[in-house]
C-alpha cells in the first residue's frame, strides 16, 4: 500500500500478538486554494451594465406596481386584515424597511470608494464606471436601495390606512350596538 493514501494499515515489521488495535483515521490536513483576481475589462464592464440597470427598474417597476395595487386596494377597503395582523404585518414591513436603510447607510460610502486600480487612464475609467453602478443617481446599486426603502415605506403606510379603517369600524360597530342596547 502506498504510503499516504489513508489506506490500509502499515507494518512495522515487528511481530505482533494479540489483537491488533483499530487503525487511526490519517489527520486531514485542510485543502490549501488560490484564487485570483482577473480584472474586468472596459467592455465587459460596458455590456454588462446595460443588462444589470435594466433588470433593476424592472425590480423597481414590480415592487412599485406592487406596492400600488396594495395601497389601491386599501384605499378601496379591499384590504381586510384584522387589527393584530395588521399589526403584525407593519411590524415586519418597517424591520425590512429599517433593514433596508441600515444597509444603505452602510454600504453607500463603501460603494462610493473608488476603486484603486492603478493611475493609468484605462483603470481610471473602469472605476468609475464601477462607481456609477454603484452609486449612480439613475440606476446606482445604491439607489436601488432606496427605491426599495421607499416601496417599503408606501407599504407600511397602506397597511396602517387600513388597519386605522379596521379600528375605526370596529370601534363605530361597537358603539352602535352599545347603543341599540345590545353588549359587544
Known amino acids: 500500500m502506498a504510503e499516504g493514501t ?19 483515521p490519517p489527520a486531514v490536513t485542510p485543502e490549501v486554494t488560490t484564487s485570483t483576481t482577473v480584472p474586468i475589462t472596459a467592455e465587459q464592464l460596458a455590456a454588462v451594465k446595460p443588462v444589470l440597470q435594466q433588470q433593476m427598474l424592472v ?17 378601496d377597503g379591499k384590504l381586510t386584515l384584522d387589527v393584530d395582523a395588521a399589526d ?24 462610493a470608494t473608488p476603486l484603486q486600480l492603478g493611475e493609468n487612464p484605462v483603470a481610471k475609467a473602469i472605476s468609475a464606471r464601477f462607481s456609477d453602478l454603484a452609486v449612480g443617481e439613475d440606476s446606482g446599486a445604491a439607489k436601488a436601495l432606496l427605491d426599495l426603502f421607499k416601496v417599503l415605506d408606501d407599504i407600511g ?7 386605522d379603517t379596521i379600528r375605526d369600524a370596529d370601534e363605530e360597530a361597537e358603539k352602535s350596538m352599545k347603543n341599540a342596547g345590545g353588549s359587544w
Open 6 to 24: 489513508g489506506t490500509g494499515t502499515g507494518t512495522t515489521g515487528a511481530a505482533t500478538t494479540g489483537t491488533v488495535p483499530p487503525a487511526q
Open 59 to 75: 425590480d423597481k417597476a414590480e415592487a412599485s406596481h406592487a406596492a400600488a395595487k396594495l395601497d389601491q386596494a386599501a384605499d
Open 88 to 111: 403584525a404585518l407593519i411590524k415586519a414591513v418597517d424591520a425590512a424597511r429599517d433593514q433596508v436603510m441600515d444597509l444603505w447607510k452602510r454600504a453607500t460610502d463603501q460603494l
Open 157 to 163: 403606510n397602506a397597511l396602517r390606512r387600513n388597519r
